[in-house]
């Protein structure tokens, strides 16, 4: 059984750091096809973060994250990372990790079959 657990949310200021991270048990990393971080803002729609591709480590960012955040995993501690800076209140919302094992493109939301339960972040003005 597939599971993944988020952590690393919390309340920050505007222009603060977080780094989020997802441990995925009941799979190996290899069998996945891509991994992302994905959020959900109070009335919007789910949206990727940031995804990356398993077999080659190919990244991709959201627009709104691109050169503020990076996205990284440790095979031997099989856990996904979100590392976030210069944060702003616009990324506000439920954080969750999601895995993907069938081929699709990983930054949409429905390749993925797999979804952690999320972690909040909060970031205040």
């Known amino acids: 059984q597939v599971q993944l657990e988020e952590s690393g949310g919390g309340s920050v200021q505007a222009g603060g750091s977080l780094r989020l991270s997802c441990t995925a048990s009941g799979y190996s990393y290899s069998s996945m096809y891509c991994m992302g971080w994905f959020r959900q803002a109070p009335w919007k729609e789910r949206e990727v973060v940031a995804a990356?591709?398993?077999?080659?480590?190919?990244?991709y960012y959201a627009d709104s994250v691109t050169g503020r955040s990076t996205v990284s995993r440790d095979h031997a501690k099989s856990t996904l990372y979100l590392q976030m800076n210069s944060l702003k209140p616009e990324d506000t919302g439920m954080y969750y990790c999601?895995?993907?094992?069938?081929?699709?493109?990983?930054?949409?939301?429905?390749?993925?079959?797999?979804w952690g339960q999320g972690t909040q972040v909060t970031v205040s003005s």
């Open positions: 990356i591709y398993t077999s080659d480590g190919w990244t």
């Open positions: 999601a895995a993907a094992r069938a081929p699709g493109l990983c930054q949409n939301t429905g390749t993925y079959a797999y």
